[in-house]
């Protein structure tokens, strides 16, 4: 950073957070708009400097896609950078700003999503793996970006948890629901805060691109290097943690800086001038000394030497203590990990499903890579086994309760990537777990999977490969005799045409033989003996193994027990006639609700409904 008081030949890039501003007569929030105070904070840091703060829709009900608001950043820097005469840029986000300007940041370095990539829509020739840095796409100013500054950051995205206010936790839902409904009815799909949610694509977006960046200033003839990060974070912030704000591993340039008495508003609400004297204990002499204090915790995050926040700073260890074991991404000492790794797979359990068989998948899956040669070496393969815990019917059949389950997935990928940036990496995924990956790789261009395996697959007969053309290479879909959980209800709302529930019955019909130009080669495996679980069953776990690291496809041999080429007349009779049993369960609840209004009437009709409803909700929460 530059040390005199000049700063004519500096460009101070500002990026608000989300949020209109509330002004009633005995409160006044600010939300996501960048305060006066703060904005004067920064101009006279910066004197002479050119203090940009770009007017973008975020305000409590945008519906704007959040790439789109980065396009519009990228626009106006580029067209300010032009008429200055600019050395140094300064980039200070607030909030929600925060996932902005670091996929800003990473744009204007050259990252590149891999939808852009040339040739992917033909055949893949070996592992699809992400795209690098093209340092000829950078733009000139993204060498001389020196600083970023977040405050109340969240640059994984913004989560709910048991330490947000109850208040919170209880009207959250109900204003998402609103918003989504809102975008919805005017055709834009999602508010911009249900986009910026942990585990969004555009959360995963953003953090692999910055990874991308990363890489390529690791490299020693990298023309640029990462400019320096400053985290700011309340101690008292109600909205954003640790673990929303901090991405912690090996390469991470960043400092971190607790912000005493301040909730997430509060970071920006700033003063200059002198302090008010130690006599002055009125609850406005106690709001300016904060005020004050806040302003220079700023000011120093803003122009002084990394040497000297240090002296100031969190430590690395006491950062860790925020976050929770499985969010760490490096453990000081001896690493758990190998040095070198050369494929990784993921294992994905189902609904209702107490994963333990992804364990022990886990278990056949590395050996088999130890066991083979790769050239002149064993393959090492990490085998992680995440899990969603339960995942009741009623989540599976709801469309919320669905997406935020492959939010989940893909933030379990993008730690995954962030861990092993250069490996191949495969899926194995067992009922819902089918539908997690399928889904990830439609909403997230950044998915990239090598081979995966189906079991139990509630993903539709016609799904769209082609739209995932060049991001993964092979699809083995195991299809069961019997699988009458797929045929019955997946299965079932297919054949029905509600295509609104997103779901069909791969796992019992297989996938169609449409043409798939440049999507992944997809193999049916017809038929495994058996029901919903026989494709993750023990005498599967091997041919499995031997698929997602070596390639080899299983042996369908008559005489093993499991592998049965052919249906019996019984069970593709009841396959055809599968969608009969929801109109069925249909049938049979409005028959009990006939029987009750008709039978019964006044308290006992009143008693009776409420005891139906609570029995119902039980059934569908319990299953």
């Not at 985290?231 to 109600?238: A, I, N, P, V």
């Not at 200059?272 to 915790?297: I, M, N, Y």
């Not at 080429?565 to 609840?589: C, D, E, K, N, Y």
């Not at 009437?601 to 008693?607: E, F, Q, S």
Request: net charge neutral; glycine share 8%; hydrophobic share 45%.
């Amino acid at each position: 950073m530059q040390t005199g008081t000049d700063y004519s030949n500096t460009l101070i890039l500002v990026i608000r957070g989300w949020g209109d501003a509330v002004h009633l007569p005995f409160i006044s929030i600010s939300g996501g708009t960048l305060p006066t105070a703060f904005l004067e904070l920064l101009r006279s840091t910066f004197p002479g400097a050119d203090v940009m703060h770009p007017d973008l829709d975020m305000g409590t009900r945008s519906k704007a896609r959040p790439r789109d608001l980065v396009e519009q950043l990228l626009t106006e820097v580029d067209r300010r950078w032009a008429q200055g005469n600019f050395e140094e840029l300064v980039i200070v986000a607030f909030s929600a700003g925060t996932l902005l300007a670091r996929n800003l940041y990473s744009r204007a370095c050259g990252a590149r999503l891999p939808e852009t990539e040339a040739g992917t829509s033909q055949a893949l020739d070996g592992p699809p793996l992400p795209p690098s840095v093209c340092a000829n796409d950078a733009r000139p100013w993204a060498s001389r970006i020196k600083r970023m500054v977040f405050l109340a950051g969240v640059t994984r995205g913004w989560s709910i948890s048991t330490a947000t206010p109850a208040a919170l936790r209880f009207f959250a839902p109900i204003l998402l629901t609103m918003l989504n409904a809102s975008a919805r009815l005017r055709g834009k799909g999602q508010s911009f805060i249900q986009q910026i949610k942990r585990g969004a694509p555009f959360v995963i977006e953003s953090r692999l691109l910055y990874l991308q960046v990363e890489q390529y200033c690791a490299k020693a003839n990298a023309t640029f290097q990462l400019p320096h990060t400053v985290l700011l974070l309340g101690s008292r912030d109600e909205y954003v943690s640790p673990a929303d704000a901090l991405d912690l591993g090996p390469s991470k340039d960043f400092t971190y800086l607790e912000v005493p008495g301040s909730s997430h508003i509060d970071v920006l609400d700033v003063a200059q001038g002198p302090e008010p004297a130690a006599t002055d204990v009125s609850d406005a002499g106690r709001r300016q000394r904060l005020q004050l204090r806040r302003a220079k915790l700023i000011v120093a995050a803003l122009i002084q030497s990394t040497a000297q926040l240090k002296t100031i700073a969190m430590d690395r260890d006491d950062i860790d203590d925020y976050i929770d074991e499985l969010d760490r991404h490096v453990v000081h000492g001896p690493s758990p990990f190998p040095t070198r790794v050369d494929h990784v797979v993921i294992i994905v359990h189902g609904i209702r499903d107490n994963g333990f068989w992804t364990k022990r998948i886990a278990r056949e899956v590395k050996p088999v890579g130890r066991g083979r040669l790769d050239g002149s070496h064993t393959l090492v393969v990490r085998a992680p086994s995440p899990t969603y815990g339960f995942f009741s019917m009623w989540d599976f059949i709801n469309f919320w309760g669905r997406l935020d389950a492959t939010y989940w997935f893909l933030d379990k990928y993008a730690e995954i990537r962030v861990l092993y940036p250069d490996v191949p990496i495969s899926f194995i995924g067992h009922s819902n777990g089918t539908f997690l990956a399928a889904h990830a790789l439609r909403l997230s261009s950044m998915v990239m999977l090598d081979r995966v395996v189906f079991a139990g697959c509630v993903v539709r007969t016609d799904f769209d490969w082609p739209c995932i053309k060049g991001r993964a290479s092979s699809i083995l879909n195991f299809v069961a005799t019997s699988d009458w959980v797929v045929a019955f209800l997946p299965g079932a709302f297919q054949r029905l045409g509600l295509r609104f529930f997103d779901v069909g019955g791969a796992g019992f019909d297989g996938f169609g033989d449409r043409p798939n130009p440049g999507g992944p080669a997809v193999c049916n495996f017809r038929y495994l003996l058996g029901g919903h679980g026989v494709g993750v069953s023990e005498p599967m776990w091997r041919p499995i193994a031997d698929y997602v690291v070596n390639g080899v496809l299983p042996d369908a041999n008559e005489h093993n027990p499991i592998f049965r080429r052919q249906r019996t007349p019984a069970q593709a009779l009841i396959g055809r006639f599968s969608w009969l049993a929801p109109l069925v369960i249909v049938a049979l609840l409005g028959l009990i609700v006939w029987i009750l209004v008709a039978t019964l009437d006044g308290l006992a009709l009143a008693v009776s409904a409420a005891l139906f409803v609570i029995l119902v909700n039980s059934i569908v929460q319990f299953f």
